[in-house]
């Protein structure tokens, strides 16, 4: 998945900025320590509330958060509770499945104690692996330590122990995690500033990116990550891209002097940005001095191929802060998901499709209009998750919030998984569950070519 940044940030709460901005400056542990290994469980009551639909042509892992809490009357958890992530098979599953688990419903409890919160679950790109995240406070408050679970041996390595809420990024060979520490809210007190960490799975080290005030974006470009920096020119920041190698740190290589949201295409040969920049990618030590590129946000979509030819424009007019970018496995398409508000309560997303070619061709696959969600972030009430193997699907999920009690658990909010058909714009469901956190599919479909 191609993060997009801006979806989360707008209308997080300054209690739960201040906070993670404060404990993230603190110095990390030296050493990393291991958990107890999950405990299995098969108990279907662990996903009670849940809704699976199967629809044809649909295959896949859906893993999720959910939670044993029951809660007050006057509102508020009523009892001590377990957190558990849960793996639920869609569709039928081909014997040589990746996904090393039992078909069907299985889930796990990845907690002990001392944790109140377990989020934001991440198949890594082979499936052989699941990142997440655990909180010591119900609402994120306290930084987060970041685990690793191997879905075959279920042995569990903690990658960190003072990590942000904002989510890890898996470079496509799944060696290397690039997760982040700080806080980067503009306004809040006591800001950290932005930690882009990698850690290296086979030598189980560490090693710090970049900190930084000004975020814009951060991808892997097949085992190499691209990344932006940033450079103040007066009231003016520019967003330079630079690449980063693991294995050789410096020095780092500056690829465009301006660029926001960087998605790379999977087979590593195209940028899709947000750039001014017209002469397309020039591989140098350092950007240029002086601003002569207009600001990012205001910027247009660019396709930029690292051969360095000339740059081809996609779209302008594209508020960069809510626009998501995905590419089809086989990078033969990029697809533009836009979101705007439509009125108080409700916003509309449009898909546009783009195929790789001379010249490249564009076609609008579908639209969709959601109520948005009553809770205060707006990265819940829609995201868009991966374009199935096949390239037929659009795999998203929009929330619903019920504001009358349920079963005696007042104010629940669902998250509802569904597929848009990129050949009609239809959509049809694939899951409803509990909305505790994000969600994340692992597709299962025949890969095209």
Avoid at 89 to 114: C, N, Q, R, Y
Avoid at 357 to 372: E, M
């Amino acid at each position: 998945m191609i993060f997009q940044p801006g979806a989360w940030v707008k209308g997080l709460l300054y209690s739960m900025a201040m906070a993670c901005a404060l404990c993230a400056s603190a110095t990390a542990p030296a050493s990393i320590s291991h958990v107890d290994k999950p405990v299995f469980n098969d108990e279907n009551t662990v996903g009670a509330l849940s809704e699976f639909y199967h629809p044809p042509g649909i295959k896949g892992y859906l893993v999720y958060p959910r939670d044993t809490m029951t809660y007050r009357p006057e509102g508020g958890p009523a009892n001590n509770w377990e957190n558990y992530f849960v793996i639920k098979t869609i569709g039928e599953i081909p014997k040589d499945h990746a996904v090393p688990l039992p078909v069907g419903l299985t889930s796990f409890k990845v907690h002990g104690p001392d944790y109140q919160m377990a989020y934001q679950p991440h198949f890594s790109p082979d499936g052989q692996y699941l990142s997440y995240k655990l909180s010591q406070h119900l609402y994120g408050h306290d930084p987060s330590t970041l685990h690793l679970l191997n879905l075959k041996t279920l042995e569990v390595t903690t990658v960190d122990e003072w990590n942000s809420y904002w989510p890890e990024a898996w470079s496509p060979d799944c060696r290397y995690v690039l997760f982040f520490r700080g806080d980067f809210i503009y306004g809040a007190k006591g800001h950290a500033p932005r930690q882009s960490w990698v850690y290296d799975r086979f030598t189980k080290k560490r090693s710090e990116v970049i900190q930084t005030d000004y975020y814009a974006g951060d991808a892997w470009l097949r085992n190499t990550l691209v990344y932006t920096g940033s450079r103040k020119y007066g009231e003016q920041v520019l967003s330079p891209l630079f690449l980063y190698d693991p294995l050789q740190p410096r020095p780092r290589t500056c690829l465009l002097d301006d660029a926001l949201y960087p998605a790379p295409s999977p087979d590593g040969k195209r940028i899709a940005a947000f750039s001014g920049d017209t002469k397309g990618i020039r591989r140098k030590a350092a950007p240029s001095r002086r601003p002569t590129l207009m600001k990012g946000d205001q910027a247009p979509l660019k396709l930029f191929a690292l051969d360095g030819s000339t740059p081809v424009t996609l779209a302008t007019g594209l508020d960069s802060y809510s626009t998501m970018l995905l590419w089809s496995p086989n990078s033969k398409h990029l697809y533009i998901i836009a979101r705007r508000d439509t009125d108080e309560k409700h916003s509309k997303v449009s898909v546009t499709e783009y195929t790789m070619g001379k010249p490249v061709q564009n076609r609008v696959t579908g639209s969709l209009v959601f109520l948005r969600g009553l809770q205060s972030d707006s990265y819940f009430d829609f995201q868009a998750l991966k374009i199935t193997n096949d390239n037929r699907y659009l795999i998203y999920y929009v929330s619903e919030d019920t504001p009358t009690s349920h079963n005696g658990i007042p104010d629940i909010s669902f998250l509802h998984v569904k597929g848009m058909n990129l050949a009609d714009g239809t959509s049809v469901d694939i899951a409803k569950v509990l909305h505790r956190s994000t969600v994340d599919w692992f597709d299962e479909s025949a890969r095209n070519k």
